[in-house]
């Protein structure tokens, strides 16, 4: 499974929105877990949300709950990070992973597939 594909990563002043997507070349109608991590800079990666690819499991990190939004496309392999009301402390590089699995964590050793990242840049 090749490596996942983030896209729509941007500056943004606080209280905006952005919307990443990554695609996913397996077809998720197949199942798979699919999650947004972030890292700051000094920072350790954190895991944002994640999503049962048939969209029967979803969870958004406390952290960013009641702005962050995970959904998906099936018919375009795609899935949304929508975030809301940014603050300057969501600032990071935003990975996409995917892991092939059934049952889904948060933890950053679990998923095998990584995208590049997109940076996400939040001013006051």
């Known amino acids: 499974q090749p490596a996942p594909k983030e896209s729509g990563g941007g500056s943004v002043q606080a209280g905006g929105s952005l919307r990443l997507s990554c695609e996913v070349s397996?077809?998720?109608?197949?199942?798979?877990?699919v999650a947004w991590f972030r890292q700051a800079p000094g920072k350790e990666r954190e895991g944002v949300a994640r999503?049962?690819?048939?969209?029967?499991?979803?969870y958004v990190a406390g952290s960013v709950q009641g702005r962050f939004t995970i959904s998906q496309d099936p018919h375009k392999n795609t899935v949304y990070l929508q975030m809301n009301r940014l603050k300057v402390e969501d600032t990071a590089i935003y990975y996409c992973?995917?892991?092939?699995?059934?049952?889904?964590?948060?933890?950053?050793?679990?998923?095998?597939?990584w995208g590049q990242g997109t940076q996400v840049t939040v001013s006051s």
């Open positions: 992973a995917a892991n092939g699995r059934r049952v889904c964590s948060i933890l950053p050793h679990e998923y095998d597939y």
């Open positions: 999503i049962y690819t048939p969209g029967t499991s979803l």
């Open positions: 397996e077809d998720i109608s197949m199942r798979t877990c």
